[in-house]
């Protein structure tokens, strides 16, 4: 395998969590005649770069379709979070009404939208049809394509410039990472600056999160990967924050390499240093995740199982894509989680990739009243901890898997 960054050969493993569908695959009715197609999911490093990846089996065009069916506008501490970014980067970087943005991977337009209610000019780029559609539906201008260094090329011979660029959890998603940052740095006038979301490496390698492992995600991104990356595409980072969406994110800004060139702040090299003297660039600080995320996968198996020879009847909260890949990774199938239940009418009434348990409306939580609740977006457990205590149930009597099984 050679790395997507620096094309050095890549063999260090993370870990290996054998093979699953794709995790945003979700089924129809008359799917479940057919079959499904399968690939395998393991994750290297790569001891040149250190860039951390998935090995490729598949392309974006096959994981990002028209039938996507991720929202962000379903989650409101995702929602918050968009408020409180416009707010911080509005008061920053003196943004006012004449002021462009681009948000690369708008999704539904959760997040511009909050800069369009300032009178901004908004671009979205988002190539999931669906998705985009939704985005349009608010009155948001969206252009269907996946950004490239090309494509930024045509995006400007049309208009498109951004004074903010803003690519929220999308680094990690794309394969050419190299050219996908060209494709930024295309996109920004003078004096611009890019902002990146994308879930931490260090987050991921110390609490052993596996489940946030899946297809769609090419990269696992530390900053001192990130730094380098983004040099390599004529971008220079000069700040970084630590966000705890995700189970731990990371905020990084940069500008244009060149005249516009901003200094480093003291709290990104604080960063830099912190990763280094953890050892995210040597050979060791990966050993034992895999140890680590069998522990996580036979405990919940154990749990599930112990459950139903009880009697007891557990379901499932919260229809995301790391569910997918702890359910699948484990084995569970709607013998041991009868059904998932989810608030996004587009994963309502599918079934899960792989496993093929039932997503279901709300109301058949409330109408059925089972014994124990396993939420799967444990990042958001505190929103839907207080879901489901409107609506009647305990905090006795939900659960999570990931970091830890926690019952209560």
């Given at each position: 395998?050679?790395?997507?960054?620096?094309?050095?050969?890549?063999?260090?493993?993370?870990?290996?969590?054998?093979?699953?569908?794709?995790?945003?695959?979700?089924?129809?009715?008359?799917?479940?005649?057919?079959?499904?197609?399968?690939?395998?999911?393991?994750?290297?490093?790569?001891?040149?770069?250190?860039?951390?990846?998935?090995?490729?089996?598949?392309?974006?065009?096959?994981?990002?379709?028209?039938?996507?069916?991720?929202?962000?506008?379903?989650?409101?501490?995702?929602?918050?979070?968009?408020?409180?970014?416009?707010?911080?980067?509005?008061?920053?970087?003196?943004?006012?009404?004449?002021?462009?943005?681009?948000?690369?991977?708008?999704?539904?337009?959760?997040?511009?939208?909050?800069?369009?209610?300032?009178?901004?000019?908004?671009?979205?780029?988002?190539?999931?049809?669906?998705?985009?559609?939704?985005?349009?539906?608010?009155?948001?201008?969206?252009?269907?394509?996946?950004?490239?260094?090309?494509?930024?090329?045509?995006?400007r011979s049309s208009g498109v410039a951004a004074d903010l660029l803003v690519a929220n959890n999308v680094l990690a998603h794309v394969p050419d990472i190299v050219g996908f940052l060209e494709g930024c740095r295309g996109l920004m006038v003078d004096g611009a600056v890019a902002t990146f979301e994308f879930p931490h490496l260090v987050e991921l390698v110390d609490g052993a999160l596996f489940d946030t492992i899946y297809h769609e995600h090419f990269s696992y991104l530390s900053l001192c990967v990130v730094d380098r990356v983004l040099k390599r595409a004529g971008l220079s980072m000069f700040d970084a924050e630590r966000l705890p969406t995700h189970g731990g994110s990371l905020r990084v800004f940069a500008s244009v390499v060149g005249d516009g060139e901003r200094?480093?702040?003291?709290?990104?090299?604080?960063?830099?240093?912190?990763?280094?003297?953890?050892?995210?660039?040597?050979?060791?600080?990966?050993?034992?995740?895999?140890?680590?995320?069998?522990?996580?996968?036979?405990?919940?198996?154990?749990?599930?199982?112990?459950?139903?020879?009880?009697?007891?009847?557990?379901?499932?909260?919260?229809?995301?894509?790391?569910?997918?890949?702890?359910?699948?990774?484990?084995?569970?199938?709607?013998?041991?989680?009868?059904?998932?239940?989810?608030?996004?009418?587009?994963?309502?009434?599918?079934?899960?990739?792989?496993?093929?348990?039932?997503?279901?409306?709300?109301?058949?939580?409330?109408?059925?009243?089972?014994?124990?609740?396993?939420?799967?977006?444990?990042?958001?457990?505190?929103?839907?901890?207080?879901?489901?205590?409107?609506?009647?149930?305990?905090?006795?009597?939900?659960?999570?898997?990931?970091?830890?099984?926690?019952?209560?």
């Amino acid at each position: 395998m050679r790395c997507r960054h620096c094309a050095g050969d890549v063999d260090l493993s993370l870990v290996d969590l054998g093979s699953s569908p794709p995790s945003n695959a979700y089924l129809e009715q008359a799917d479940l005649e057919g079959s499904e197609v399968w690939f395998p999911l393991r994750v290297k490093v790569c001891e040149s770069c250190w860039l951390v990846q998935t090995e490729d089996f598949t392309d974006a065009d096959g994981l990002f379709h028209s039938d996507y069916a991720y929202f962000s506008g379903f989650s409101t501490t995702w929602v918050d979070h968009c408020r409180r970014f416009v707010d911080a980067v509005v008061g920053r970087f003196g943004l006012g009404e004449q002021s462009r943005v681009v948000e690369v991977a708008c999704n539904d337009g959760t997040l511009l939208q909050q800069f369009r209610s300032r009178e901004m000019s908004c671009v979205g780029i988002e190539p999931t049809a669906r998705v985009a559609a939704a985005a349009r539906s608010a009155g948001l201008d969206v252009r269907e394509v996946f950004l490239s260094s090309e494509v930024a090329d045509e995006l400007r011979s049309s208009g498109v410039a951004a004074d903010l660029l803003v690519a929220n959890n999308v680094l990690a998603h794309v394969p050419d990472i190299v050219g996908f940052l060209e494709g930024c740095r295309g996109l920004m006038v003078d004096g611009a600056v890019a902002t990146f979301e994308f879930p931490h490496l260090v987050e991921l390698v110390d609490g052993a999160l596996f489940d946030t492992i899946y297809h769609e995600h090419f990269s696992y991104l530390s900053l001192c990967v990130v730094d380098r990356v983004l040099k390599r595409a004529g971008l220079s980072m000069f700040d970084a924050e630590r966000l705890p969406t995700h189970g731990g994110s990371l905020r990084v800004f940069a500008s244009v390499v060149g005249d516009g060139e901003r200094p480093r702040t003291a709290r990104a090299e604080r960063i830099l240093d912190d990763e280094r003297s953890r050892g995210v660039e040597t050979a060791s600080y990966y050993a034992g995740f895999q140890a680590a995320t069998d522990r996580m996968k036979n405990d919940l198996l154990a749990y599930l199982v112990e459950e139903s020879r009880r009697g007891r009847r557990v379901v499932g909260y919260g229809a995301a894509a790391k569910g997918n890949t702890l359910l699948n990774y484990a084995g569970v199938r709607s013998d041991l989680l009868e059904y998932v239940v989810d608030n996004n009418p587009a994963k309502q009434g599918t079934f899960l990739p792989g496993s093929r348990i039932p997503v279901v409306a709300e109301e058949v939580l409330i109408r059925d009243r089972p014994d124990r609740i396993l939420v799967l977006p444990w990042n958001i457990r505190d929103e839907i901890v207080q879901r489901l205590e409107s609506i009647g149930f305990s905090s006795g009597d939900i659960l999570t898997a990931v970091p830890a099984l926690v019952v209560g």
